[in-house]
């Protein structure tokens, strides 16, 4: 099937993700959704999990700003699923770590990740703070939501911190074409503030570092269900990838749920400890975040 063609001055879609949910706020976004599938329809999570959201959000960026070509085209296709995927992705990812069995961190480890983390979170907050200014709204309306920046900037502490990670990263993607050329950060930093504010929230709870045990058969469960509601999705927007990109274009574009795909190396300088140590999982989002 031949990719669609972008008609010149066609009109921008008007679809839009809603705000990123982490952790036990993810999952119970969906348990209802969860609830209607069978043990027998049930599939095994069997991907790695950091990949698998990586892999979400690039499907998602390319095809979101032209769902509504496809949707001119093939009007079954379910903009709504497509629209969920990101939190899903999330609450797979949280259930997927709530069963895995960890010691607990050395303090020292905590410390030395925070630290990293204030590198990148601390002038990403101070930019995303001047981008709310009146001063440079597009027809009044701010590049970024000046509540939303205000409610990541709200509290302190590592963990409120590690949340903040998160939180801004998840915001300059979001906004990233209302924001380009206003900020000097590239996507290998965003991915890296993100990484160390993940693996923080994953590790520490707010009162200190977090020892796992064993998942009881209950959260396997709903990890399982949760990953096969994600295959059924994602299944929508590979469709909608495959209008857009062709058969064979569409894998680089709309990457399936477990493919590591080779990225570009970074042009950009950025601190030295952008890559998690060996022993230190990437990304995984996994505490609520705060109201915006």
């Not at 952790?23 to 790695?48: H, K, N, P, Y």
């Not at 000097?184 to 709870?205: K, V």
Request: charged share 20%; hydrophobic share 45%.
């Amino acid at each position: 099937m031949p990719p669609l063609t972008h008609p010149p001055g066609a009109l921008e879609p008007s679809f839009a993700l809603s705000q990123p949910l982490l952790g036990d706020a993810a999952i119970a976004a969906f348990l209802a959704a969860i609830e209607a599938i069978r043990d027998d329809q049930t599939d095994v999570f069997s991907v790695e999990a950091s990949v698998m959201v990586t892999n979400v959000r690039t499907g998602v960026d390319a095809v979101l700003p032209r769902l509504a070509e496809v949707l001119a085209v093939r009007p079954k296709t379910d903009a709504a699923a497509i629209l969920t995927l990101p939190n899903l992705a999330r609450a797979v990812q949280h259930a997927a770590a709530g069963c895995v069995a960890a010691p607990a961190v050395a303090r020292a480890n905590l410390e030395s990740r925070y630290a990293q983390l204030q590198l990148y979170r601390e002038p990403t907050l101070l930019v995303a703070q001047a981008l709310t200014s009146p001063l440079l709204a597009k027809d009044g309306v701010p590049l970024l939501p000046p509540e939303i920046v205000a409610s990541i900037a709200e509290g302190n502490g590592q963990y409120n911190h590690a949340q903040d990670g998160v939180r801004l990263a998840s915001l300059f993607r979001q906004y990233g074409p209302a924001i380009v050329g206003k900020h000097p950060f590239s996507a290998a930093w965003l991915d890296a503030m993100e990484a160390h504010g993940a693996w923080i929230m994953d590790n520490i709870t707010p009162t200190g570092a977090r020892v796992r045990k064993n998942a009881p058969p209950e959260m396997t469960r709903t990890r399982d269900r949760l990953w096969t509601l994600l295959r059924l999705r994602h299944t929508e927007l590979r469709k909608a990838g495959i209008e857009l990109f062709g058969e064979d274009g569409v894998d680089a574009e709309v990457p399936r749920l477990g493919t590591r795909v080779k990225a570009a190396a970074p042009t950009e300088a950025k601190p030295a400890d952008d890559q998690p140590a060996d022993d230190q999982p990437a990304a995984r989002p996994t505490s609520p975040a705060k109201p915006a």
